[in-house]
């Protein structure tokens, strides 16, 4: 939208978990830290259960525009941008992203699963970051959505590493072709 790159950028497990009950369904420092790395200095949009689901002490995520989507009327986020919809989201990430930084203006859409499959389905997103999780979450209740091989092409894969946690992991780069 308008020279802006959208990301996605999650976290997933061998089914493609991305959530349970709220909350990440394993601890993965790295995956935290390269997700900080990624959206530093970037406006971030997401849907209200996901900003619900971060920690107090971590609301607004630090050093970035915050951007809650929500339709509920006169719904407020401390020190948060509020918009109805994907598209105003998307489009408000586009008036605070600083073009002084010297990078490109990007916007990272980062949860929940329907913002993920909204962002998806109107073609806005340009690069996907995930982090692949070796584990299974049972009970898990958020999913990723599935990347088209014919849409999406694979541009950079780390190798397989293990956490301080004990979880392996390793972080995948998708870009959209065409």
């Known amino acids: 939208m308008d020279g802006m790159t959208v990301g996605l950028i999650w976290a997933q497990g061998r089914n ?3 959530g349970r009950d709220g909350a990440l369904p394993w601890r993965v420092p790295e995956d935290l830290a390269r997700f900080a790395a990624r959206t530093r200095g970037c406006p971030v949009v997401m849907g209200r259960r996901t900003w619900e689901s971060l920690p107090e002490r971590n609301r607004p ?5 915050n ?3 929500t339709r509920r009327d006169g719904w407020r986020a401390p020190g948060a941008h509020v918009a109805a919809s994907l598209r105003e989201g998307i489009e408000l990430a586009r008036q605070l992203a600083d073009p002084h930084t010297g990078k490109r203006p990007a916007v990272w859409v980062v949860g929940g699963a329907s913002v993920y499959q909204a962002a998806l389905d109107e073609g806005w997103a340009a690069v996907v970051e995930v982090t692949e999780i070796d584990a299974e979450a049972p009970g898990a209740d958020a999913f990723a959505p599935a990347l088209d091989a014919a849409a999406w092409k694979l541009t950079g894969e780390s190798p397989w590493r293990t956490s ?4 392996r992991y390793r972080f995948l ?5 065409g």
């Open 16 to 18: 493609r978990e991305i």
């Open 164 to 167: 301080e946690s004990g979880v």
């Open 67 to 69: 951007i809650v989507l």
């Open 61 to 65: 995520l630090p050093d970035r525009a």
């Open 173 to 177: 780069t998708y870009e959209r072709r």
